[in-house]
């Protein structure tokens, strides 16, 4: 399996997480905001410690991760995206979900849109993947923006619950990412 790729577009560095994320993991996690969608609330350190060891584990697993978001003008971590295998919802397994989160403080800038479109140009362009999907749950408004904006419009499947709520799962294919571009 090759290497997780660093990914870079206009504003923002995509990479692997290292251990050396952890400090700056924790406290985007502990915002309210940032899990409200599906946890209603923050990670505690120890569940971010517990994700980080995980997320860093799938990179040699499943072939796939996600990856630290850094803003290329301060250097700052600023959230994450990428591409990941959907262990949580193994109905629409096999699969690779494209996903994004950012801190507050980076949100309604089209940063979600411009990582999420990095990931999916690796996927389709160099990371072998001729379908993703992406999950969210629907009164996550911005999030199905972003959805929308990077060509997922197929819905494939709702399920549920996943932390007490329903989530939307829209699926996209190679051949539909290359037709929009033209």
């Known amino acids: 399996m090759p290497p997780i790729p660093t990914l870079r577009t206009d504003r923002l560095v995509l990479r692997p997480f290292t251990p050396a994320d952890l400090d700056a993991l924790v406290v985007l996690h502990a915002e309210e905001?940032?899990?409200?969608?599906p946890l209603r609330g923050p990670m505690s350190a120890e569940d971010t410690e517990a994700f980080l060891t995980r997320v860093i584990g799938r990179y040699?697993?499943?072939g796939y991760g996600l990856q630290?978001?850094?803003?290329?003008?301060?250097?700052?971590?600023?959230?994450w995206a990428g591409l990941a295998v959907p262990h949580f919802l193994p109905e629409v397994l096999p699969a690779v979900e494209v996903g994004w989160?950012?801190?507050?403080?980076?949100r309604?800038?089209?940063l979600a849109t411009e990582a999420g479109a990095a990931a999916v140009e690796f996927a389709f362009?160099?990371?072998?993947?001729?379908?993703?999907?992406?999950?969210y749950e629907p009164e996550n408004v911005a999030s199905g923006r972003v959805m929308d904006h990077l060509g997922f419009r197929a819905y494939l499947h709702t399920a549920g619950p996943q932390h007490g709520?329903?989530?939307?799962?829209?699926?996209?294919h190679k051949s539909e990412w290359e037709a929009a571009r033209g």
């Open 68 to 79: 630290a978001v850094e803003l290329i003008e301060t250097g700052d971590l600023i959230g």
């Open 125 to 135: 362009s160099g990371g072998g993947l001729d379908r993703l999907v992406s999950i």
């Open 108 to 110: 309604g800038q089209g």
């Open 33 to 37: 905001s940032f899990w409200w969608y």
């Open 101 to 106: 989160r950012l801190g507050s403080a980076h």
């Open 60 to 62: 040699e697993s499943d």
């Open 165 to 172: 709520n329903e989530v939307e799962v829209r699926e996209l």
